[in-house]
């Protein structure tokens, strides 16, 4: 009889207790949908080892649900639904899992083949024409994940469950494709060229990669490699800039100067009962600041630069060489997934573009929100490190209180560190979140809107705590006598006689050093972790398990491969990019570690994706996606960022000012031509405090007596005069030079950008020559 109509779908079913299977009787679109039997095995293909050898999917349930009608249900419609479309349906099981096979006849592609014209369809040996394995596992996959079945449970007539219901449901556990038993062996290309320690400086197989996993893994593959090729200079140049300051370690006039300034007597870095210090005493501080601190440091600056808009150009010709000879030159993601829709339900329309203004305010607002959060993280963190300093400074150690504020600093950096963990699980959510609410009309255009907004948060994470340090530490902390205070109690910090430029390089390098290290390693322990549980959880399974069956579990047992998990990848990489290149004037080792890094990176990727991940769905590309774009705003902040270093955090600027304006030098009547131009320069950067003009600052303990010697006064970093603390004029001369190297700086930075990109074409020569070429034949072969 019949039982309901739902949504133009007419259903019968018959007087049984228990839900029954209610299926379609003809094509996918078939409007009438009738009761079929309960019994599984009528969905099974009767077991054949030619097909076994040829499953495509392996779809999994737990044993646990037998008897739990809901999802013994789902699972019996949904299988029944795929035996209808054409798929072949094997079962294995062991102790704790019930294992399905799937396997697709050449049949089912017919008509993808015939609409796309794929080039990469071959002869088989039975004459049908076939597709690559990556395409193939791509449509079925397609196919799986929109096919739904209807069943009937009684207190709702109507139901409908695609694949991922089924699986947040836990009616199925996984399903995924299944690796090739050929990768594992020694043998194998993968083994011997890929993820093999003795290549680790060797060329990848790209084309194999690409056959196996898709396009789009073997452009991340290709693309990294390029990446870590162009590294090589980068970090020969960083090198060099980094031996250049060992080799004049300690041979520096501003260095030589405050190691000898015994009777230079520094104002207290906090209000009680901290004593005055000697400028002397931060004599290995500044030998180490002078190591990046340098002239040749604007050079390599500059360099970095032009290297970022070289390296962009050089890819995209690379990239457009590569997919010019997969044939993918004209591909368009969309049209397959409309050719994909049309083949499967051809009534269905296709999702439409859609905008609303609201949601985009929304979505702007709460990123907005959570930005601001990051950034009062990153203010707590400057808290925390104020007061780490001064009570460093109160130390009964000595060394401990004369290197307060490096270790300070140190401390910060790794508090910083530990923030980066947190936040970046928390701006994952978030972005998810975000995304969800966008409702994005396709897979590309979600994942593209959570790359942007999840790699502007970690930025924002990354970051916020570095610029503070390059830009307004010891810039906006006030003089003696009327510092800025927070919450009216603690002075925010100064910087260094010699400059910020060591608590920048500190930072940078604790970070980058503990990402990277991190996420290599725990990239790679996790899964492994996780797979040897899994392994230990089924020691006590059977023994007698037939070899397809085990080599089902392997499969299994491997981690979830998705999406995420490639963007992932992506974003390690993009923060590495950023850190070598836009404060690279501060630590210009980064080239080098990440350049040693990336050499391990593509190794242990390659172990990952062969030994502790289940094969990913083969997804088609041309290019690296929004990551280009990410990747090209990142060269831009890299000139803008390295302008900035030199021209505010250096003391560059302000040593050339005293050179040319104030040394002896400028008078040509000098008679001593073995001193040096900076001469004198620590002395002119310190400008004077007179202790009567502020009682609060002398130390309780001893009044105004330092090493038993009264003091009158005491030094400080900035260029004001003694008597009413106001800016001297030679603290507008630094400022305008700073303004001026800035707009020069980045003014030639970014023409040298821009004429680069002119000169090196996105496509080159040769693959226009190919496109013109094969375009003229098609239209000759039309006219004929």
């Known amino acids: 009889m019949i039982l309901s109509s739902f949504r133009g779908h007419t259903i019968f079913a018959s007087s049984l207790k228990r839900p029954r299977l209610l299926t379609r009787s003809k094509a996918l679109n078939d409007e009438t949908i009738f009761i079929v039997t309960n019994n599984e095995d009528e969905i099974l293909f009767p077991e054949n080892n030619n097909l076994l050898a040829k499953v495509d999917f392996v779809l999994v349930t737990s044993k646990s649900d037998i008897g739990v009608d809901r ?35 050449d049949k089912i592609f017919e008509k993808y083949i015939q609409l796309l014209e794929i080039a990469e369809r071959t ?48 009616t199925f556990l996984s399903a995924f494709p299944l690796h090739q038993e050929s990768i594992w062996k020694k043998e194998h290309i993968f083994q011997r060229d890929w993820a093999n320690w003795r290549c680790f400086i060797g060329k990848q197989p790209i084309n194999q990669i690409r056959q196996y996993f898709g396009e789009r893994i073997a452009l991340y593959f290709a693309w990294l490699g390029w990446y ?9 140049c960083g090198a060099v800039v980094f031996l250049y300051g060992l080799i004049f370690f300690g041979d520096n006039q501003v260095s030589e100067e405050i190691c000898k300034a015994h009777t230079i007597i520094m104002c207290p870095r906090c209000d009680q009962r901290c004593p005055f210090w000697k400028l002397s005493d931060t004599c290995s501080y500044a030998k180490i600041t002078q190591l990046f601190d340098q002239e040749i440091t604007v050079f390599f600056a500059m360099f970095m630069g032009i290297w970022a808009t070289v390296f962009l150009e050089m890819w995209k010709r690379t990239r457009v060489k590569v997919v010019s000879e997969w044939d993918l030159f004209h591909w368009d993601e969309d049209e397959e997934e409309l050719a994909l829709g049309l083949i499967y339900d051809p009534d269905v329309p296709p999702v439409k573009y859609h905008h609303s203004f609201l949601r985009s305010t929304v979505v702007l607002l709460l990123g907005c929100f959570l930005i601001i959060i990051i950034i009062s993280i990153a203010l707590g963190i400057v808290v925390f490190r104020i007061v780490i300093s001064v009570t460093l400074t ?83 902390n006030g003089h003696p006598g009327n510092y800025v205070r927070v919450a009216k109690k603690w002075r925010l910090e100064e910087c260094h006689p010699s400059g910020c430029m060591t608590d ?15 996420s290599t390693s725990m990239e790679y322990a996790v899964p492994s972790i996780k797979i040897r549980w899994r392994k230990y959880k089924n020691r006590f399974s059977k023994d007698n398990i037939e070899d397809v069956t085990k080599y089902w579990i392997k499969n299994y047992n491997l981690n979830d491969f998705n999406s995420y998990s490639f963007f992932n990848e992506f974003l390690e990489i993009a923060i590495q990019y950023g850190f070598t290149t836009i404060f690279v004037a501060a630590f210009p080792l980064a080239p080098l570690l990440a350049l040693v890094n990336n050499l391990f990176e593509i190794r242990l990727d390659a172990k990952k994706m062969l030994w502790l991940l289940k094969r990913p769905i083969p997804r088609k590309a041309k290019d690296i996606g929004i990551w280009l774009e990410i990747l090209e705003v990142i060269g831009v902040l890299a000139i803008i960022g390295n302008a900035l270093v030199i021209s505010l955090t250096s003391d560059f600027i302000p040593r050339q000012v005293y050179q040319y304006k104030y040394s002896h030098c400028v008078d040509q009547r000098r008679t001593n031509l073995t001193l040096d131009c900076l001469t004198g320069y620590v002395n002119n950067s310190l400008s004077v405090f007179h202790l009567k003009n502020f009682d609060k600052i ?35 001369h630094i400022f305008a030079a700073r ?15 821009y004429v680069a990109s002119w000169i090196i074409p996105d496509v080159p020569v040769s693959v226009r020559n190919e496109n013109l070429k094969k375009t003229y034949d098609r239209l000759e072969d039309e006219l004929r």
């Open 71 to 105: 999802n013994e249900m789902n699972r019996r419609c949904y299988l029944k639904k795929l035996k209808e479309i054409g798929f072949n349906i094997m079962k294995k099981e062991d102790e704790f899992d019930l294992f399905f096979g799937i396997h697709a006849p």
């Open 123 to 170: 002869c088989s040996s039975t004459g049908l024409n076939t597709i690559s394995m990556s395409t193939r596992i791509r449509i079925i996959n397609f196919i799986l994940w929109r096919t739904t079945h209807l069943y009937d449970d009684r207190s709702n007539a109507g139901i409908f469950d695609c694949l991922r219901e089924l699986l947040r449901n836990k």
């Open 228 to 236: 870590t090729i162009m590294l090589i200079p980068a970090a020969i």
């Open 394 to 476: 109160k130390a009964s150690v000595a060394v401990v209180r004369e290197n307060a504020s490096s270790v300070a600093v140190t401390i910060s950096a790794v508090l910083h560190f530990l923030t980066i963990i947190i936040m970046t699980k928390v701006n994952y959510v978030v972005a998810k979140k975000l995304c969800q609410l966008e409702r994005p009309r396709t897979v590309l255009a979600r994942e593209n809107s959570f790359t942007v907004k999840m790699f502007t948060f970690q930025f924002f994470t990354m970051f916020t705590s570095i610029v503070y340090i390059a830009f307004f530490l010891g810039r906006i």
């Open 504 to 518: 920048l390089f500190i930072q940078m390098s604790i970070v980058m050093v503990l990402k990277q290290l991190l």
């Open 698 to 732: 002398v130390p309780k303990d001893d009044g105004s007596v330092f090493l038993g010697f009264p003091v009158t006064h005491c030094r400080y970093r900035d260029y004001r005069n003694e008597y009413d603390y106001e800016y001297t004029g030679q603290f507008w």
């Open 739 to 753: 303004l001026a190297f800035l707009l020069l700086f980045e003014n030639i930075a970014i023409c040298i950008k």
